[in-house]
């Protein structure tokens, strides 16, 4: 259980930066997390008046307010036609229907976790994170920059019409993932991104043009075993190292196979 000793729901971005500038003040997202730990926070903020809440969509671009529930993402029509249902299925495994109707993406990208479903899925596309401070970063970057006192305001995901696939391998369905793996394909391009490692997700691509634009078995097996190769494993209570790094081949071909191989 945690405590909190002052709750303020912020009337505006700067109000809730400044607020946040202590080290004992904590943003709140969904609060699933947080509520795990023990903390006691001097001054909880709230966003939730600040219309964070909306996914909005033009020509270029898919905006996600930090406060949006990943059960938003999973049902949300545009998204998920966009991208081959791969945001519905990076969110659809995460403990359930009441969990994803409280946790936020915000919380969940903030947050950088090395388990994280999402987080995967968005390394994948051409994504970005939207800071209140330090403006517009790519996923990529963001994923390994210290942790600071910012405030995440918005996920964009570009429309590149790239053509994308998430897989997980879970051992029971609803528990943390084994292995996350996302695999996107922009023209004759493959990007792939592993995570749950157990550490946090990391981008590969295809920097030696195994792949072709319709890739045969025999690119595909030989990917599989690059993508392998340029990755390290661990082990925990989920699974071992030599089970992850199996698993790694077995979903990377099969992402593959989902965006345009055999
Ligand atoms: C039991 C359990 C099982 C889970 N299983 C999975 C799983 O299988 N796969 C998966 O991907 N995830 C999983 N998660 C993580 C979950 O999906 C959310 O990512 C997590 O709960 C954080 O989201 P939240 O909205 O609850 O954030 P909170 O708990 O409210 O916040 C988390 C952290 O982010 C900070 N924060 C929140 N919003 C912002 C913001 N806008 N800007 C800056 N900082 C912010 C908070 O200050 C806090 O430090 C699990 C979580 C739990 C508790």
Redesign the pocket.
């Known amino acids: 259980m945690f405590t909190i000793k002052k709750y303020v729901v912020a009337d505006s971005l700067e109000e809730a930066y400044k607020l946040n500038q202590s080290k004992k003040a904590?943003?709140?997202?969904?609060?699933?997390?947080?509520?795990?730990g023990h903390k006691t926070i001097q001054t909880a903020i709230d966003?939730s008046n600040l219309g964070?809440d909306k996914i909005e969509e033009n020509d270029e671009y898919f905006e996600i307010g930090?406060?949006v529930r990943?059960r938003d993402l999973e049902v949300h029509e545009g998204l998920n036609k966009y991208f081959n249902n791969a945001i519905e299925n990076c969110?659809k495994?995460?403990?359930g229907v009441q969990?994803r109707n409280?946790?936020?993406i915000?919380?969940?990208i903030?947050?950088r976790?090395g388990?994280?479903?999402?987080?995967t899925c968005l390394l994948a596309l051409d994504s970005y994170v939207k800071l209140y401070k330090g403006g517009v970063i790519s996923m990529r970057e963001f994923v390994n920059m210290p942790y600071d006192n910012?405030?995440?305001?918005k996920v964009i995901i570009k429309k590149d019409n790239r053509k994308i696939s998430y897989m997980s391998h879970r051992n029971i369905s609803?528990?943390?993932?084994v292995l996350t793996c996302a695999v996107s394909k922009l023209g004759d391009k493959f990007a792939v991104a592993v995570g749950a490692r157990p550490q946090k997700a990391v981008l590969v691509l295809d920097e030696e043009n195994i792949l072709s634009c319709d890739p045969t078995k025999d690119e595909i097996e030989k990917f599989a075993d690059y993508v392998e190769g340029k990755l390290t494993f661990g082990s925990n209570m989920r699974a071992s190292k030599d089970f992850r790094s199996h698993l790694c081949k077995v979903l990377v071909k099969r992402c593959i196979n989902e965006v345009g191989g055999m």
């Open positions: 904590n943003i709140l997202g969904g609060l699933l997390w947080m509520k795990m966003l964070l930090a406060m990943l969110v495994s995460i403990v969990f409280c946790a936020t915000g919380g969940s903030f947050s976790f388990f994280s479903d999402p987080l910012d405030i995440l305001e609803t528990d943390f993932p």
